[in-house]
T-cell receptor
Framework: AQRVTQPEKLLSVFKGAPVELKCNYS??????LFWYVQYSRQRLQLLLR??SRESIKGFTADLNKGETSFHLKKPFAQEEDSAMYYC??????????FGDGTTLTVKP | DAMVIQNPRYQVTQFGKPVTLSCSQT?????MYWYQQKSSQAPKLLFH???????NEADTPDNFQSRRPNTSFCFLDIRSPGLGDAAMYLC????????????FGQGTRLTVV
């Protein structure tokens, strides 16, 4: 069975500081990995997916199959980045498993 | 502009009284999901549809049922809600294919009294 672990429930950084939200997964197949974000009073929405290898709102995430990780990084955090972040793994059968989420707070 | 719409946003039901939550989508996606999310926990998949094919998760209680009468609509029926069923219920859709993301509704917060 697949599993997604986000070890930090809460993460607090100052504006302008680098931030890294950790995500580890276990899955025997070829994983599809995503980061979703939920801003205050908004719906859960996609932030980025591993296949795109893109930077969204300054965030990047690299899939490391050796370490089974998909950590989310941003070099300079902004106050508007404060939100709940979920790492998700989608299996070959199309089912998505979510981590417990990390609440990021960026302090001024 | 909302593409996945859940109604109502807040639902209060009595212990043991059947309740139905609804979800509609304008994306024409083949796949629709229902998740249960309790406070400070990950969204937990209850079941999903590939078109009309229903896929139940092994640990989803029998108390939870679902209907998808057409592509646009999907319903979550809780036959006899218990206090432990109080949660946020999230509907999501996605298209078929690899690396396609899920689009979520705003959720329905269910309270059981």
């Amino acid at each position: 069975a697949q599993r997604v672990t986000q070890p930090e429930k809460l993460l607090s950084v100052f504006k302008g500081a680098p931030v890294e939200l950790k995500c580890n997964y276990s899955y025997s197949g070829s994983p599809e990995l995503f980061w979703y974000v939920q801003y205050s009073r908004q719906r859960l929405q996609l932030l980025l997916r591993h296949i795109s290898r893109e930077s969204i709102k300054g965030f990047t995430a690299d899939l490391n199959k050796g370490e089974t990780s998909f950590h989310l990084k941003k070099p300079f955090a902004q106050e508007e980045d404060s939100a709940m972040y979920y790492c998700a793994l989608k299996t070959n059968a199309g089912k998505s498993t979510f981590g417990d989420g990390t609440t990021l707070t960026v302090k001024p | 502009d909302a593409m996945v719409i859940q109604n109502p946003r807040y639902q209060v039901t009595q212990f043991g009284k059947p309740v139905t939550l609804s979800c509609s989508q304008t994306l024409n996606h083949n796949v629709m999901y229902w998740y249960q999310q309790k406070s400070s926990q990950a969204p937990k998949l209850l079941f999903h549809y590939y078109d009309k094919d229903f896929n139940n998760e092994a640990d989803t209680p029998d108390n939870f049922q679902s209907r998808r009468p057409n592509t646009s609509f999907c319903f979550l029926d809780i036959r006899s809600p218990g206090l432990g069923d109080a949660a946020m219920y999230l509907c999501a859709t996605s298209s078929l294919g690899r690396n396609t993301e899920a689009f979520f509704g705003q959720g329905t917060r269910l309270t059981v009294v």
